[in-house]
């Protein structure tokens, strides 16, 4: 009974975000469209960072850098405010389903082309301490999933959509 009050309780809410929210599909068919972006924080101590963003530029980086589906792909530093341990990876895509998308031949050639060093020897023994510490931040993460409509996006300096309200159709609007 509890389970199904609280369902009831939240449908108003549910009815109205679907409502609000924007449709990602029909904004693609007309003006400038809607992305979906992720952001991906976690926390690396200064003192560890030597070790983590190297290992995380050269083995974790390119799977999502590579990725023909990822648009924009930026890794967010902390530089003021209350956590300077803060970091974020921010990804751009088409849609959602390019989230989860394959890689495929780009990344399987990077993989192929910068192997982990052979078992045994003393790099592949640091290649495993920073794994390790990477490993120790990162599965901490935290996974945010965002829409932005365009319309309302400045990209590289270029206005997407009208400044200040809507446009009339005769400008691109939505």
């Known amino acids: 009974m509890m389970r199904r009050s609280l369902s009831l309780a939240a449908m108003p809410a549910l009815v109205l975000l679907a409502a609000t929210a924007p449709?990602?599909?029909?904004?693609?068919?007309?003006?400038?469209?809607?992305?979906?972006?992720?952001?991906?924080?976690?926390?690396?101590?200064?003192?560890?960072?030597?070790t983590v963003i190297p290992f995380m530029v050269e083995r974790f980086l390119p799977g999502m850098q590579l990725n023909p589906n990822a648009i924009n792909v930026r890794v967010l530093f902390h530089n003021w405010g209350g956590n300077a341990a803060d970091m974020a990876i921010v990804a751009e895509y088409a849609s959602f389903e390019d989230i989860e998308s394959d890689c495929g031949q780009p990344c399987d050639d990077y993989y192929d082309a910068n192997p982990p060093p052979e078992e045994g020897t003393p790099e592949r023994e640091e290649f495993n301490k920073a794994a390790a510490l990477w490993s120790k931040y990162y599965s901490h993460h935290r996974d945010e999933i965002y829409v932005t409509p365009m319309g309302m996006a400045k990209v590289e300096g270029v206005m997407m959509g009208p400044v200040g309200g809507e446009a009339d159709e005769e400008e691109g609007g939505n």
């Open 23 to 50: 449709p990602i599909a029909a904004q693609e068919e007309e003006g400038p469209g809607a992305r979906v972006v992720t952001v991906t924080s976690f926390e690396v101590p200064f003192a560890d960072r030597g």
